[in-house]
Each structure stands twice: as structure tokens, then as C-alpha cells.
């Protein structure tokens, strides 16, 4: 890329090409005004270098960030597998080296930057004006910056036009190609981002969640960005022509129609994402999102196909390369959800069974074998619910279905085994929409289970280890309790097979009710069976609104303790810090104000300058 050659030609006067003269002077009888009509059509004032020179700009920062991430994420690879090699054969007091930080600067960055909400406490707490209006939750000051960043670059870029030029329409062509340029650039990250089989979710470590929210406010600069590109154009064509000239031109000319029509849905796409909207309405903006994005991508690719440039905008291969990335992806569910859910055996099937305090327990029995590792997701759908809606959640438990083969010789008494099919499980709690559907269609029939043809998309995420960490803190709210316990059994097996560093892990879990204790209790049990168990792991059950306090300790025992009441998390978590050993991690799955207590917590520690890493898994949407 030549940076010095392309900001010599920026640096030019903005005159219609040569090309371009000569047409219009051609035609010069039929121009009503020759100092404004050249600049609502084509590339006429339209500063092409430079628009190539910012497109540039803004992959490289984009491109640098993702490969100082990649850097920093390699780094903490090879950093935790020396810790897991050094620490998984020495017992939990011998952690002292990995229990303190390394670096001096490491706390603070904890505690400022990475997981710093954006003020005070609240991050993932969502914000209700009222209990119908929702109006989302914060982003975390590490977001933040990397958000500022972007949008005060694409304003930047947008703003180095040529503001010595004494024709203003000339000013509006210019700020019409770059705001155009800079729409489709945006895209391209916009479309990946998005996506649930994004492959920078794995490379990066990043969770989708982070990419979910990138991709809402990429969203909104790109639909800014198309709307001062066609509001520059309309500028130009109503001084020009007046009203019944920009009437013509959006309804008769192809070139135009089709950017109104995709400028338009992009405007409706964005009032649909609004949080409020989309908190009330969840389901029939899938629907539309999906349905707007299609009308957007064709409307933009005969956009510019049907310019008067030769050979179409010069931005065409990117709407190109942007559709073919969307089908890709979707290309890839289909594929997943094929391969997942069919085989010689069947189709996927799910027993439902409803719980106490408004959940269903749902296991599904897939016609295959499914790898599944601590932490994933899988989202699911339901042929007798919603068929055409997936939602994400958490896998609670699996189990391998195995085909024995006979032992080859006396050594080898198990024989080999062969995984043939799996079955997951899941918790879901009745919330409103899907949820809700679910479970009044399981509390329908008087039968204690119903059966349902169903389909399962994943697993997705699990790409955070807690291998390395001698010292492990799992809390959970609610049906929360899925994501920990993947982890939970995990963690046990690794013990007692000698290839975990993990010496102590703390299970907290905050319920309601002390019926909702029943969600879990088939895989409680199975870990509570576990060996090894007793030596590693302690669980802290809180119920908030017990019935009685008899019933509550009268449950209790020697290494499953129950509470009535809410857990005070910062001195629980002090705690935990006083008894450490080695690196210690500590994650959450739950409601938002739970979320934000324990990364509040979690902040507070890092003055001790113990090695305390925090992991929130969160489906915010």
C-alpha cells in the first residue's frame, strides 16, 4: 500500500474526471445548473484516493488491534500451560510462586481497564425504566475504549474532506463517496462479527457476547453512514432540481431506488434494535433482522451494479465479498444443524420435564456423537414450540453412548470403547416468549415428561481453561448452575487423573426457592458419588426465600452446606483469597446484578496482589 502516493492524489482538486467532463459537456444543454448537477451523479467530486487511503486506515487499526489481542492471547496460552505443567503435581500449599502476581502492573490493569465496568459497578445489570421498558445494559470500560476508538476513527475519516473548496455541493459529493466508502467497510466486520461460527471467537478468545456487542454498534455506524450518504446526495439533487426531481430519481432510477431501499431498511433495522424494542418484541426482530439484512445486501449490490460508472462502484467486490461471508455462515449452521441432529440412527429427540419454580429440564438424545467440553453452549430449537427460533443456553451435563467391543487381549479388560451417540442436558427457566411456551406446553399434559422432535445447534465457546488455576471459584445464580457444573465434573475427573493443577474448587449456588434445588439434583448426585470429591470441592448453596430455616439445615452436610438468605460476595470471595492456592479464578453465570457484585469483588482483591482472574459467562441480547 502506497500511503504517500495515495494522499498526493487525495490532496488534489476535487474536478470530475476527464471522462466524465467531456459527457458532461456533451450533454451541457441538458443541465439545468452546471455548478451543482455533475456533483449528484457518479463519481463526479467524489475523492476516490483518499477514500482508498482511509479504507486502508481503518483495516490496518483494525487488522493491528486484532493481531496485538492474538499476541497478548498466545502469551496467556503459554503462560497457563507452564503453570498447568509446573503446578498439576504438587499439592495446593506448594502454589505459592503462581499464587502471587508476577508483574506489579498486572493488578491495576485488572481492576482500571479489563474488568472495569464503565462507572461504579453496573455492567451487565440491565437498565428498567419500567417493567416493560428494558433498556440494556453498559459496556465495560475496556469496551468502551475500543468502541470510542472505532467511532471517533470512522468520524475522523469522515470529516478529512477538502473544506477549501468554495462550492459546497462539490463538499457534499466528496462527504457522499466517503460516507458511502466507510458504510461498506464497516460492513465487512459488521457481517463477521455477527456471526456464531465466527472464527475469531476461537483465534482470539474472545466470547460472542463481546462480538455481539461490536456488532450492535458497528451497526449503528453503518446505518449513520448510509444516511448522511444519501442525505448528501438528496442535498445536492434538491438544489439541482428541486422535490420532483428527487421524487423522479428514487422512484424511476434504478441506481437511486435501490440505495432508498436499502438506506430505508437499515433506518427500520435500527429503530427494531433499539433496546427497548428489542427487549419487548425479541422474537419478531430475529425474524426481521434476518429479513431486513437480505432486503439491505440485494438493494446494495444492484446499488452498485446499476451506477453509471463503468463496470459498477468501485466498492462493488466488497458487497460481494460481504453477501458471500453471510451465506457462509449460514451455510455453516445448516451444515451443523444436519450433521448434529440426523444420522442412520434418527433424527434428535428431547424429553421434557417440568420442574419446580417455573423451569423445565429438557435432555436431548442426539443420533450422534457430539465432543462436548466444559462451558459450551448449544442454542435449541423445538418442532412443537417455535421451530423457526433458536436460543442459546448453557450444557449442563452429557453423557457418550458406547459401542463395547470385545477386550483384544487380557490387559485390556474394557475393551475399545466407541462413542456412538450423546445425550445433553439443559436447565431452562421460564422467563417470557420461547421460555415461557416451553414450559406451559410441559405443565400442559398430566404425563410427568413429554417427548418432542427437536434440534440442536453446537456446542459453541468453550474456550476458557480452568485447568491451570489451583484454586477455583464457581458461583451461580439460578439456572446459572449449568454452566458451573460442566466445569464442576471437569475439574474432578482432572484430579483424580493428575492433569489439573486445581486443588480446591468453591461451588455457590443462589436460588429462590429450596425447590429449585430438584433442577440439578439427578448430576448433584453423580458428583456428589465422584472420587475425590470430598478432598476438592466445597458447595455453597444460598436460598433466599426459604420456607423455613429447619428445612434449610437440616439439608446440610459435611461438605454440602445451605444458607437461607443472599451471600454477602465480597466477604465470601475474601475469603476464599485468604485460603488460596495458586492462581485463582473465579467465574460467574447468573443474573446481571450478580454478575456485577462478583466483578465488583473480584476488583476489590487485586490491592492484595494475589494472581485472581475473572471469567463472566453472559447472553446478553
Given at each position: ?12 482538486a ?28 457518479g ?13 486502508d486506515?481503518?483495516?490496518w487499526?483494525l487488522?493491528?488491534?486484532a493481531?496485538?489481542i ?21 499439592s ?6 503462581w ?9 491495576s ?6 474488568y ?9 445489570r440491565?437498565?428498567?425504566?419500567s417493567?416493560a ?9 475496556f ?21 477549501a473548496?468554495?462550492?459546497?455541493y ?5 462527504l ?6 466507510l458504510a461498506?467497510?464497516s ?19 474472545v ?8 456488532h ?5 455506524v ?12 438528496a ?14 430519481k ?6 437511486v ?19 427497548p424494542?428489542?427487549?419487548?418484541f425479541?422474537?419478531?426482530?430475529l ?6 439484512a ?15 460508472v463503468?463496470?459498477?462502484?468501485p ?5 460481494i465479498a ?11 449452521r ?34 450422534r ?9 448449544a ?13 442459546p ?5 452429557h ?6 467391543v470385545?477386550p483384544?487381549n487380557?490387559?485390556?479388560?474394557n ?12 436447565i ?17 399434559t398430566?404425563s410427568?415428561?413429554?417427548k ?5 445447534e ?17 458461583i ?7 454452566h458451573q457444573?460442566s ?7 482432572g ?6 493443577a ?8 443462589i ?5 429449585a434445588l ?9 458428583i456428589?458419588?465422584?472420587?475425590g ?7 455453597k ?13 437440616s439439608?446440610s ?7 437461607p438468605?443472599?451471600p454477602n460476595i465480597?466477604m465470601l ?20 446484578g450478580?454478575?456485577?457484585d ?24
Amino acid at each position: 500500500m502506497d500511503f504517500a502516493r495515495r494522499l498526493l492524489a487525495a490532496s488534489q482538486a476535487n474536478t470530475p474526471s476527464r471522462i466524465l467532463r467531456i459527457r458532461n459537456e456533451a450533454h451541457a444543454v441538458a443541465i439545468p445548473n452546471p455548478t451543482i448537477a455533475p456533483f449528484n451523479t457518479g463519481l463526479n467530486g467524489v475523492n476516490q484516493p483518499m477514500n482508498y487511503l482511509v479504507t486502508d486506515l481503518l483495516w490496518w487499526s483494525l487488522g493491528i488491534l486484532a493481531l496485538v489481542i492474538l499476541s497478548i492471547r498466545i502469551i496467556e496460552l503459554a503462560w497457563a500451560r507452564l503453570r498447568l505443567v509446573s503446578a498439576m503435581s504438587v499439592s495446593g500449599d506448594k502454589q505459592g510462586f503462581w499464587k502471587v502476581t508476577q508483574w506489579s502492573w498486572m493488578p491495576s490493569i485488572k481492576k482500571n481497564i479489563l474488568y472495569a465496568p464503565l462507572w461504579n459497578k453496573r455492567h451487565n445489570r440491565e437498565i428498567r425504566l419500567s417493567s416493560a421498558i428494558n433498556v440494556g445494559t453498559l459496556p465495560s470500560r475496556f469496551h468502551t475504549l475500543i468502541l470510542a476508538g472505532y467511532l471517533a476513527s470512522n468520524l475522523g475519516y469522515m470529516l478529512i474532506l477538502n473544506w477549501a473548496t468554495k462550492n459546497k455541493y462539490e463538499l457534499c459529493a466528496e462527504l457522499r463517496g466517503r460516507s458511502g466508502t466507510l458504510a461498506l467497510v464497516s460492513m465487512v466486520p459488521l457481517i463477521i462479527f455477527a456471526g456464531r461460527n465466527n472464527p475469531l471467537i476461537g483465534l482470539l478468545q474472545v466470547s460472542f457476547d463481546t462480538y455481539n456487542l461490536l456488532h450492535r454498534w458497528m451497526g449503528r455506524v453503518v446505518v449513520l453512514e448510509t444516511v448522511i450518504h444519501f442525505g448528501a446526495w438528496a442535498y445536492v439533487q434538491l438544489a439541482d432540481g428541486g422535490w420532483a426531481s428527487v421524487r423522479q430519481k428514487v422512484v424511476h432510477d434504478v441506481f437511486v431506488t435501490s440505495g432508498t431501499i436499502g438506506t430505508l431498511a437499515m433506518v427500520i433495522l435500527l429503530i427494531l434494535s433499539l433496546s427497548p424494542v428489542r427487549h419487548a418484541f425479541y422474537e419478531t426482530f430475529l425474524s426481521s433482522h434476518i429479513l431486513l439484512a437480505v432486503i439491505i445486501f440485494v438493494g446494495t449490490l444492484v446499488h452498485c451494479v446499476s451506477a453509471t460508472v463503468p463496470g459498477g462502484l468501485p466498492q462493488l467486490p466488497w458487497i460481494i465479498a460481504i453477501f458471500i461471508l453471510w451465506m457462509l455462515e449460514r451455510t455453516a449452521r445448516m451444515f451443523r444443524l444436519a450433521y448434529c441432529n440426523w444420522s442412520s440412527r434418527g433424527f434428535t429427540e428431547a424429553v421434557i420435564e417440568p420442574m419446580p419454580c417455573e423451569a423445565c429440564r429438557i435432555t436431548m438424545h442426539l443420533p450422534r456423537f457430539v465432543d462436548v467440553k466444559p462451558g459450551q453452549h448449544a442454542y435449541l430449537r423445538f418442532a412443537g414450540i417455535s421451530p423457526f427460533e433458536s436460543h442459546p443456553f448453557s450444557i449442563a451435563w452429557h453423557e457418550h453412548q458406547y459401542k463395547d467391543v470385545l477386550p483384544i487381549n487380557e490387559k485390556d479388560k474394557n475393551g475399545l470403547r466407541t462413542p456412538e451417540t450423546t445425550t445433553v442436558s439443559f436447565i431452562i427457566s421460564a422467563q417470557t416468549g420461547f421460555t415461557r411456551k416451553l414450559y406451559e406446553t410441559a405443565t400442559s399434559t398430566e404425563s410427568q415428561t413429554i417427548k418432542m422432535r427437536a434440534a440442536f445447534e453446537g456446542p459453541y465457546a468453550g474456550h476458557h481453561s480452568l485447568d491451570s488455576y489451583g484454586h477455583c471459584v464457581l458461583i451461580a445464580g439460578a439456572s446459572g448452575i449449568t454452566h458451573q457444573l460442566s466445569y464442576l465434573r471437569h475439574l474432578i475427573d482432572g484430579f483424580n487423573n493428575g492433569i489439573v493443577a486445581t486443588r480446591r474448587v468453591t461451588l455457590v449456588w443462589i436460588v429462590r426457592d429450596y425447590d429449585a434445588l430438584e433442577w440439578a439434583r439427578p448430576w448433584m448426585d453423580k458428583i456428589l458419588r465422584m472420587p475425590g470429591r470430598r478432598e476438592l470441592v466445597r458447595i455453597k448453596v444460598f436460598v433466599t426465600r426459604p420456607r423455613s430455616v429447619q428445612q434449610i439445615m437440616s439439608s446440610s452436610s459435611t461438605t454440602v452446606h445451605i444458607f437461607p438468605g443472599r451471600p454477602n460476595i465480597p466477604m465470601l470471595l475474601g475469603k476464599e483469597v485468604q485460603e488460596q492456592m495458586g492462581a485463582m479464578c473465579v467465574t460467574v453465570c447468573g443474573p446481571g446484578g450478580l454478575a456485577d457484585d462478583v466483578r465488583d469483588s473480584v476488583r476489590k482483591v487485586q490491592d492484595q496482589r494475589h494472581v485472581v482472574d475473572f471469567i463472566e459467562e453472559a447472553f446478553t441480547w
